[in-house]
């Protein structure tokens, strides 16, 4: 193909996007940036209803915050102008209006009660579901009474006899016949667009060369190409479509809300990297060769081909994205770990007023950086050196201070009260010297009541800097306090 790369993402947000809307999106951006070509973001919202200005504005966040900048839509305008499908109302009704007056499409004017009756009738035939062509030559006696009724008709379009082929660059040929494929829908009877006029004008309108989409929408191509042909497009200039392979839950089902799928705005919320929730997605049909797992967005753009997507199902793997979550977290700055932790704490409650909290969470955020696996972890980990209220998990504390605990509790009071240079070093050497070498414990049931006493949990940073972190007079404090219950 001589022609510039140009490919479109094209949502229906009904809702906040979720993991198979963002993985075409990627593709769709992946490919655009390795070819040198256009991404363009469309928004298909001529049902109102149900396509919000909240989710619209939801979707446009969602993309810039996981670095997939399209070069024309929303916001960025461009030559095709505008990317609003209800916005081009005008431009789908003056095609439909050149199909009916070519003969390509013609007014139906069946009521629901005709329709459903007449796919009662071809079920008990043995016949496929699908519109009869009832009104394809409808007399002028009957269009009379249906106007004098009051029936609003809808647009069809006439499909012809035979099958449609077509080129999949991921499956290679794909033919439909067209018993299976009847007249559908253009146009309603209110005048609204349907999805398969509106994307077909648009992608000619806006010389889409490749339509990246999910397998599902893969018995649609034949209807869009059938809208092409009356367009008089020519099929060297049709896009070629690349229909993706579906993405799986862990019970090998398509992935829905039922089986674990949720919105890309979970995981944002719940502290995953937007550079993990693509590196991830990504994986999920495409390989980038080598085994190679853990890619940057850049490694992308310069990898990414259609050849590589595979047509098997992809599983989502909860377990695999936390991986790579917390490897691209591992992989940060650890100034850049705490600008981006900032947002968590403040969910949390958490407020750093003052250069000395800022500075202490500095500190912190070295002692949990290679364990944490979300940002949202991190308020959790770090909430004893903030709290004015300190508690004690209840679960930590019924199995962590016991009644056995409170001689280790009095032997850490004790030596922590004789240091007297608060340094990390002197703060494990009392300790140890005090509880595993005066009581004779082992470092497990010697340090776990001590940590729970002063972090709250059974799970913190390392035990010495948290005390060292912590300061010897609050430490002292929760100390006491533990053995007062």
């Not at 916001?75 to 102008?81: F, L, T």
């Not at 850490?412 to 595993?436: D, H, P």
Request: proline residues 6%; aromatic residues 8%.
């Amino acid at each position: 193909m001589s022609r510039p790369v140009r490919v479109r993402f094209a949502p229906s947000p009904t809702g906040d996007l979720h993991v198979g809307n963002i993985r075409t999106a990627l593709y769709d951006w992946a490919y655009a940036r390795h070819t040198g070509g256009k991404f363009v973001f469309r928004i298909e919202d001529t049902d109102r209803e149900r396509v919000t200005d909240e989710y619209i504005n939801a979707a446009i966040d969602t993309l810039k915050w996981l670095g997939l900048q399209w070069d024309e839509g929303p916001e960025v305008g461009g030559p095709s102008a505008p990317y609003l499908q209800s916005q081009r109302l005008d431009i789908y009704a003056d095609w439909a209006a050149k199909f009916l007056a070519a003969g390509d499409a013609y007014h139906c004017y069946c009521n629901p009660e005709e329709l459903e009756a007449s796919r009662e009738a071809q079920k008990k035939a043995n016949i496929a579901p699908g519109y009869d062509g009832k009104c394809r030559a409808i007399s002028a006696d009957d269009l009379t009474r249906y106007q004098s009724e009051g029936r609003k008709p809808v647009v069809r379009m006439r499909m012809p006899d035979g099958s449609t082929t077509f080129y999949d660059a991921i499956r290679g040929d794909v033919t439909f016949d067209h018993n299976f494929v009847p007249d559908f829908v253009l146009v309603r009877g209110d005048g609204s667009p349907l999805y398969t006029l509106a994307v077909a004008v648009d992608d000619v309108m806006m010389q889409i060369t490749h339509v990246l989409r999910g397998e599902d929408l893969l018995s649609s191509t034949p209807r869009q190409i059938r809208v092409y042909q009356a367009m008089a497009v020519k099929p060297e200039d049709y896009p070629i479509f690349a229909h993706l392979p579906f993405v799986m839950g862990q019970d090998n089902a398509k992935l829905s809300k039922r089986n674990g799928e949720v919105s890309i705005a979970w995981y944002r919320e719940r502290g995953f990297l937007p550079e993990a929730i693509c590196n991830y997605l990504a994986l999920l049909g495409w390989s980038p060769g080598d085994d190679k797992e853990n890619i940057s967005m850049q490694e992308m753009t310069e990898l990414f081909t259609i050849e590589r997507v595979g047509k098997n199902p992809a599983r989502f793997d909860m377990k695999k994205l936390e991986a790579i979550n917390g490897d691209k977290i591992r992989a940060l700055p650890v100034e850049e770990v705490i600008k981006r932790a900032l947002p968590f704490m403040e969910s949390a409650g958490i407020a750093l007023t003052g250069e000395q909290a800022e500075a202490l969470f500095a500190r912190a955020i070295p002692l949990i950086h290679e364990r944490i696996v979300t940002l949202a972890e991190i308020p959790d980990y770090v909430r004893f050196l903030f709290t004015e209220k300190f508690a004690i998990d209840p679960e930590a504390k019924e199995k962590a201070l016991t009644a056995d605990s409170l001689p280790i509790l009095a032997a850490a009071e004790v030596a922590i009260s004789a240091i007297t240079e608060w340094k990390l070093e002197a703060i494990e050497t009392a300790l140890r010297s005090a509880l595993i070498e005066g009581l004779a414990l082992k470092p497990k049931n010697a340090f776990t009541p001590v940590r729970v006493a002063v972090t709250g949990a059974r799970v913190s940073p390392p035990l010495f800097e948290s005390i060292e972190l912590l300061g010897k007079e609050r430490t002292l404090e929760r100390l006491k306090a533990a053995q007062t219950g």
